[in-house]
């Protein structure tokens, strides 16, 4: 379900036993008011295990008709959750959270009107997903305690040591431990924040990647996701990066590679042969696949660039610079310096 392109933002719908025997859901207004020009009449939602489910979407009204196969082919019964997220294409991905919070163990099944066989759904391939709903006295202690079922799908590896990735990139450190299934960082996450505390959300969704690292997303009273504000770096924070100046061949329509010089070679070995960066501006963000050419002599960024470039009108000679700091070598702010001249 890997994908790249201009990340938006993620909504959940609750499942009611009363949906679960309806064949149509109504989507967010404000997803639909962001994203319906952008969406077919007709598209797929997509599970981890291959899962293709044909959907139609009545752009005249929030609609999406044809989910009642997806409720039984996964055994809905109600009170699960599904988190919807989409990149901006014309597919949407779709994870099924169930009632205690922990994203569900997936049977091994396809769309009927499928030939292809079930995908092997593990940890390590798209990480996995428990929530947790925000009331009066979260954060009044400093520990969230992840549920049992999500501790043992992950197989009680994780490192006494977490890196913790907000929705904006910025990165801090958490303990974890696993007697008491705790990990210590609400305060933490309140401080990089700069609220008094975690209250203004309704809901998190905590991530891990299989590794070393959690991502958090934040949701508002409408299940739809709040970005948190600002950007990975803030003052006084020592900056790594690299930089772009947008070239002719950059624009072409079906240009994806753009080669990051050399002398960015230090950041660049950070990354593995196939990676994925997070790039962040004041009002958006994308994910972009970054290669190594085949002799490791060079790398540049593929999946991902054209929507990167024309979601912020870059043209020749203007310069793009990516900054992260140390730890986060996956996050980076772009700011970019346009080219006033007449030499395009």
């Known amino acids: 379900m890997d994908t790249c392109g201009l990340i938006c933002e993620k909504f ?18 404000d997803f639909c008011s962001k994203y319906s020009n952008r969406l077919p009449s007709s598209f797929h939602l997509i599970l981890r ?46 994870y099924i959270i169930c009632i205690n919070g922990s994203e569900v163990e997936y049977p091994h099944v396809i769309h009927h009107l499928q030939t ?15 929530a947790l709903f925000v009331d009066a006295t979260f954060g009044c202690d400093d520990d969230i305690e992840a549920p049992i079922t999500f501790m043992e799908r992950c197989g009680y590896d994780f490192p006494v040591s977490l890196r913790i990735v907000l929705s904006n990139g910025k990165v801090f450190w958490a303990k974890f431990t696993l007697e008491t299934r705790k990990i210590s960082c609400l305060r933490r996450m309140s401080e990089v924040l700069g609220v008094p505390d975690l209250k203004c959300f309704h809901m998190l969704l905590f991530t ?16 739809y996701e709040t970005v948190f504000p600002g950007s990975p770096l803030c003052n ?22 753009v080669d990051i010089f050399s002398d960015y070679q230090d950041i660049c070995n950070m990354w593995g042969r196939i990676d994925y960066i997070h790039v ?5 963000s994308w994910r972009l696949e970054v290669r190594k050419r085949s002799d490791w002599k060079g790398t540049y960024i593929h999946d991902g660039w054209l929507e990167f470039r024309n979601n912020l009108e870059l043209d020749v000679g203007d310069l793009c610079i990516f900054q992260c700091y140390r730890e986060s070598y996956n996050h980076f702010t772009v700011r970019v310096i346009k080219n006033l001249g007449d030499d395009h």
């Open 49 to 94: 295990t291959g899962y293709r489910l044909p959907v139609f979407f009545n752009k005249g009204r929030p609609i999406l008709n044809g989910v009642y196969c997806l409720f039984r082919d996964f055994g809905l019964k109600g009170g699960e959750m599904l988190l919807f997220e989409y990149f901006g294409r014309q597919d949407i991905n779709v």
């Open 208 to 223: 891990y990647d299989g590794f070393s690292a959690i991502n958090v997303s934040a949701f508002d009273e409408h299940l």
């Open 116 to 130: 292809c066989h079930p995908r092997r759904v593990t940890v390590g391939n798209g990480g996995w997903r428990f």
């Open 236 to 257: 006084g924070v020592r900056a790594y990066g690299f930089a772009l100046t947008i070239k002719q061949s950059n624009m072409l329509p079906d240009y994806y590679g």
């Open 12 to 29: 959940v719908k609750l499942i009611s036993r009363k949906d679960i025997g309806m064949n149509e859901m109504t989507l967010p207004s």
């Open 280 to 284: 962040y501006d004041n009002n958006c």
